[in-house]
Nanobody
Framework: QVQLVESGGGLVQAGGSLRLSCVVSGLFGNYVIGWFRQAPGKERVFVAAITSADGSTRYADSVKGRFTISRDNVKSTVYLQMNSLQPEDTAVYLC??????????????????WGQGTQVTVSS
């Protein structure tokens, strides 16, 4: 049974940092894990992604230089280190799986399994 479970969300002041975790179970072989976020009343958008095979990464322009995605294949966990957080980063953050080996697009429709999400709130 496939499961993706996010954790690490919370309340932080602007300029602060937070690290999210996504624990994956029930998946085998190589694939892509992506982070997405959705703010109230807005569309779900791509944040970052990483391949399990070689650790290649991709970032949305809005988070480049502030967020870092990484993975520990032994622990089957993907991390999202978020620095210099701003109120505009406030959203529910979700991790998801793209079954392909390499990152193709940032479209959420390419991802077939999703976690439940973890809330990140940044105060000004």
């Amino acid at each position: 049974q496939v499961q993706l479970v996010e954790s690490g969300g919370g309340l932080v002041q602007a300029g602060g940092s937070l690290r999210l975790s996504c624990v994956v179970s029930g998946l085998f072989g190589n694939y892509v894990i992506g982070w997405f976020r959705q703010a109230p009343g807005k569309e779900r958008v791509f944040v970052a992604a990483i391949t399990s095979a070689d650790g290649s990464t991709r970032y949305a322009d809005s988070v480049k230089g502030r967020f870092t995605i990484s993975r520990d294949n032994v622990k089957s966990t993907v991390y999202l280190q978020m620095n210099s957080l701003q109120p505009e980063d406030t959203a529910v953050y979700l991790c998801a799986r793209d079954p392909r080996r390499y990152i193709s697009t940032t479209d959420a429709t390419n991802y077939d399994y999703w976690g439940q999400g973890t809330q990140v709130t940044v105060s000004s």
